[in-house]
């Protein structure tokens, strides 16, 4: 039967809306829409101590969740193994973010059942995308879709992880190939769209510990000597059809490769328009046959734009996973971005230089700002700033770079008072180029988004000139001669070097494709500039990212950022970008807002816990300028095509109650040594021992209830055999214990091997498994050898994590001392910044009207922003976080479960006035890092509510914290025992006997599944309420349980 696809369009075409395989493997998942992958994004990063991935149990307990748990902690145990070989010889505190996890879950679920049945894996998709294309508002309806599923593609932005991604889908295929349907292909390729990508892959590929090489070109034969395993990586340049002429330099016939292949495609985008389809065919070549393809491409959404195009259906059916930029960017990933905002098509003279000027200036503060903060910044891994000018366009007379050479040559020249006087004209917001609001694109706004340090220390635009010419060009506004010189690097490719005046640094590199055209196109037309040679001088460009590079500017055609890996870009000016260039401006955009972040997590910091550094944020912002308004417009267009949104902010000041209680007393910490100063030694102590309980789960199937797990039988503590811990190799012990301490960031404790086997032999542990766990299994050393090691590193991981907690809560007795509460406390919030939709006006003067009107001060808000009214909480509003993406709350506003504490909190108070009549009751949110009240124990632990109830003189404290159970396995988690910490370790050292402390653990997770989770626990509801704390929200799932505000209030009065 033909294959056809109909694609109903009600509105605009988005790749997205038609991504069936990915879909299909999502819906396993409980996963109904792809965009509600977003729902795991608040999951802890980790694996446990057991090597349980918190992700497992996010999916576990989703609705919807199809795969059965054995099939799931399979999968688990996989992508733990690879990750962790991935990254043996990288840094240790790397982590799987959630969306790279549910990347490799997607495929192993894809690869575990492909190589199971083909066939019947095809049948099931069929199936699957026939049933729900009946379903009203599907988009598409469908006859006959997949006929070959023997390639997937993930759809990933820069900066997301995709060459991680890359390898660990080699190893993946590695343990799937097998069985009947196994797949013999004749040679792995790995396809790069440059020599530059080809080198970088290899390096990777290297560091991961993948046999690779660089594949060149062999008369003798290709790829005879390595391994079938061997991943051979080559430039799509190299490659040629049979019918093809041999090109210049090296060129392989495919024929000579084979047609049943295992290939890789990095830049999986290219060769879907026409003047690329060569490219697409010769990949295509390599697995005709029945090889395999993986692809992968940060714009899949750019390259395939109407579904008329015959990708439509190939990628409709390949892209197994999608995270693509909107998504990147939505969850915090990556730096911010500015694109200068102009209303004009079209720039006078003197407007490009003003231009140019204002984009010279914000990066000057940028690189102020990284030599100001370099101390406090060094955890945020932010890279010396590096300002960029991009383009295509080189060797005509109109050429944009000879445009953006001869305006340094101005700066450097130019009278000192006209470049002062345009300075200031642009510090004052006064240089008559308009917005589409017909303001200054310049003018001083709140908060500041231009210039917001230069402003904010009213720095007078004599010293910016003066720092300009130090900072960035190597001179001094002294210096007799200051003109540019453009210096021809004859030992390199296309490279010019800069610099000012009679300095020897250089201060930037032009990188372009004909340098003796452009150097020619300078003698016409910028006699002005003089042009030398350097006969000695290697790249500069390969010494942009070195440590102490004096480079300052790349000034290129965007080619050559196609293969080059800097993540040092915090500025960019285009230069000719043109209408048909969306795949290229959406790379080129992915190059410049890639940011490691705060400890690696990639983050801006606006999305991690703070306190930071101020004015941290210019540094995670790519500034985008052109040289022309309509470069600017249409890079505004491409990026709006990814849905990514533009927004506009608008400041909020919560108000105080009146009057306000100024005589809450409240936790605040004394100046101590901080804990991380102190040094502690890992070894045997009394009181602390690890709970290890490996004992096998029965299912128990009960009418009325779901499936619950229970241990099959009670068992007595085991304890290990000398024999066999004889077997193990203490040195591998060492080194998996010393990268758990690192890991958890546990600098300050000392690891020796002694210390380990004395916890060991002393029995720091209560063990329960079955007999057969510690007994050797006959002959098969190597199956009890990793067994047995595995159980005392797990041991260990669990004794380090209690010695730690002691600790700590040992530092802890004595940190805190009572005050009273202040209102200019850092503690209570006194702004938010409310970031609207920029292309939503009428939202905007909604979001205005309320704050002007003071409704959101006094009401519960509306559906756009809505507030946690309750009359008693320090300050109004409360907001809670928007359930739309047209608006941004920072800080955070309330979660769900947050939101519905305070509402039931509220309701309680109002309709039993006479259960309390005697108390006054206050609330205040608890703020995060460094500005609220946290307690350390395993992790900082804040708590996000402070209750207080007083009655007469006596203040009873009460730290509440709504949250989800489901990562939480280990009924002796500290959050669950934080009242007893508070009751037991800190309030005994308060020395103010009117001020007693509590704490509650709010469950939005519902009873049932709370029930289900520590079944092997043996513990029933009460004890779960009155020893631990724990109430609940929910009976199950929608039902609501009304008592339990009523029990909160009745137990933190025993």
């Known amino acids: 039967m033909r294959k056809q696809i109909k694609v109903k369009q009600p509105g605009k075409f988005r790749l997205e809306d038609h991504l069936l395989l990915a879909k299909f493997i999502a819906n396993k998942l409980g996963i109904s829409k792809l965009s509600d992958i977003k729902d795991f994004k608040d999951v802890p990063e980790e694996f446990d101590a057991e090597g349980r991935s918190h992700m497992f149990h996010a999916i576990l307990i989703r609705p919807g969740t199809t795969i059965p748990e054995d099939k799931l902690e399979q999968y688990d145990d996989n992508i733990r193994k690879h990750f962790e070989n991935w990254k043996k010889r990288r840094k240790p505190n790397l982590t799987l973010k959630y969306f790279q996890y549910l990347a490799l879950l997607f495929t192993e679920i894809f690869l575990d059942n492909y190589f199971n049945n083909p066939t019947q894996l095809l049948e099931q998709i069929n199936n699957w995308i026939i049933e729900k294309a009946e379903e009203p508002g599907s988009g598409i309806t469908i006859d006959y879709v997949f006929g070959n599923i023997n390639k997937i593609a993930y759809w990933m932005a820069t900066g997301s992880g995709k060459t991680m991604i890359m390898n660990i889908n080699y190893w993946q295929f590695m343990h799937y190939n097998k069985g009947p349907h196994k797949i013999n292909y004749e040679n792995i390729i790995l396809i790069t769209p440059s020599d530059e990508m080809s080198n970088q892959h290899l390096e990777e590929l290297k560091t991961s510990g993948i046999p690779a090489i660089l594949f060149q070109g062999d008369t003798a034969g290709y790829f005879t000597t390595e391994d079938k395993n061997t991943i051979k990586v080559l430039s799509i340049h190299k490659l040629k059809l049979p019918e093809d002429k041999k090109g210049e330099g090296i060129t392989i016939d495919v024929s000579s490769l084979g047609t049943k292949n295992l290939v890789f495609v990095d830049e999986g985008h290219k060769g879907q328009k026409t003047e690329d389809m060569k490219w697409k065919q010769t990949r295509d070549w390599l697995v005709k046959d029945g090889g395999f393809t993986f692809e992968y491409s940060a714009t899949f959404g750019q390259a395939i734009s109407s579904p008329a195009e015959a990708a439509f259906r190939e990628y409709s059916q390949a892209i197994l996973y999608d995270y693509s930029y909107k998504y990147f960017y939505g969850d915090g990933y990556g730096k911010d971005f500015r694109i200068l905002n102009v209303s004009t098509k079209k720039f006078a003279d003197t407007d490009v230089i003003i231009i140019q000027l204002a984009n010279l200036m914000s990066f000057y503060e940028q690189l102020l700002l990284y030599e100001k903060l370099q101390k406090a910044i060094t955890e945020y891994n932010i890279e010396k700033p590096l300002w960029i000018f991009v383009g295509s ?26 470049v002062k006087s345009l300075m200031k004209k642009i510090l004052d917001g ?13 003018a001083p706004r709140y908060p500041e988004k231009n210039f917001p340090y230069l402003r904010s220390e009213k720095m007078a635009p004599e010293e910016i000139y003066d720092d300009i010419l130090n900072k960035i060009f190597h001179t001094s506004s002294k210096a007799t001669i200051k003109k540019l010189r453009l210096i021809n690097l004859k030992k390199t490719e296309g490279e010019i070097g800069l610099k000012a005046g009679t300095s020897e640094k250089y201060f930037g590199v032009i990188n372009i494709g004909n340098r003796a055209e452009f150097i020619k196109l300078v003698e016409e037309k910028a006699k002005e500039i003089p042009v030398e040679n350097d006969v000695t001088t290697q790249s500069l460009f390969d010494q942009i990212n070195e440590p102490n590079t004096t480079l300052n500017m790349l000034i290129g055609a965007k080619k050559f950022l196609e293969g080059w890996n800097s993540w040092r870009v915090s500025s960019m000016c285009l230069l000719n970008i043109g209408k048909r260039e969306g795949a290229q401006i959406i790379q080129l955009f992915g190059r ?36 022309k308004a309509d470069y600017m417009e249409t890079f505004r267009e491409v990026i709006e095509r990814e849905d990514v949104q533009a927004y506009q902010e608008i400041p909020l000041k919560p108000e105080p109650i009146e009057p306000f209680p100024s005589y809450l007393k409240i936790l605040k910490p004394k100046e101590e040594k901080p804990f991380t100063q102190e040094i502690f030694i890992l070894q045997p102590e009394e009181g602390i021992e690890a709970r290890i309980d490996l004992l096998p789960r029965g299912i128990v199937i009960d009418g009325r209830e779901e499936q619950t797990m229970i241990t099959t039988t009670l068992m007595q503590p085991k304890t290990i055999d000398k024999k066999l811990l004889d077997l193990v190799d203490w040195n591998e012990i060492l080194f ?56 005392v590193t797990l041991i260990l991981k669990k004794y380090f994590e209690r010695f730690y907690a002691q ?27 409310l970031r609207i939709a920029e292309d939503d006006q009428k939202l905007i003067e909604e979001i205005k009207k309320l ?12 559906i756009t922003l809505s507030n946690a009214y309750f009359q008693n909480h320090l300050y109004q509003p409360l907001l809670i ?66 209750l207080w109830i007083i009655k007469k003189k006596q203040q009873k404290i009460i730290f509440i914290d709504p ?51 520590f079944r092997h626990y043996h513990v029933g509801r009460t004890e779960l309420e009155t020893n631990k704390h724990i109430l609940f929200q929910y009976e199950r799932e929608g039902v609501p349980n009304p008592t339990y505000i009523e029990k909160m209030f009745a137990l933190s009065q025993n």
């Open 963 to 1013: 949250k989800g159970l489901t990562f939480i396995r280990n009924l002796e988690h500290p959050k669950l025992n934080l009242h007893k910490h508070l009751k037991t370790n800190i309030q005994p050292n308060l020395n103010d006997p009117q001020v007693t402390l509590d704490a509650f653990i709010i469950s939005y997770t519902p009873y049932n599944k709370v029930e289900q989770m």
């Open 881 to 946: 976080r928007p359930n739309t993406n047209k608006i941004i709350t920072i800080p955070a506003g309330l979660n769900e479960g947050e939101a519905k504490f305070v509402e039931d909190l509220s309701n309680y108070l109002k309709s039993n006035p006479n259960n309390l009549k005697d108390c006054e009751i206050y609330l205040l949110r608890n703020l995060t890092r460094g500005k609220g009240i946290g307690f350390f124990q395993t992790s900082t632990f804040y708590p996000d509510f402070i």
């Open 393 to 418: 366009k080189v060797n005509e007379a109109t050429s944009d770079v000879l445009q953006v050479v001869k305006f340094l040559n101005w700066f450097l020249t130019e009278n000192e008072n006209i």
């Open 430 to 442: 006064n240089t008559g180029i308009l917005d589409p609001e017909k303001r200054d694109v310049f």
């Open 592 to 627: 410049g807002v890639r940011l490691k972040g705060k400890g690696y997590c990639l983050k801006r910091s606006r999305f991690i816990e703070g306190p930071h550094p101020k004015y941290l944020e210019p540094l995670e912002t790519l500034n985008i300028y052109g040289i």
């Open 851 to 862: 704050i002007e009107t003071k409704e959101i001060f006094t009401t519960k808000g509306n």
């Open 807 to 833: 600790k700590r809560n040992e530092h802890e007795k004595d940190k805190y001392k009572v005050d009273f509460l202040r209102y200019t406390d850092e503690n209570i919030l006194k702004e938010y910044r």
């Open 736 to 791: 998996s214990i010393l990268q758990y301490k690192n890991e958890k960031g546990w600098y300050n404790f000392i690891v020796t091997k002694e210390n380990l086997k004395q916890i060991i032999h002393q029995q720091k542990y209560q063990l329960f498994c079955p007999d057969t766990y510690l007994s050797s299994h006959g002959n098969n050393f190597s199956e009890t050898y990793e067994r047995i090691t595995n159980l």
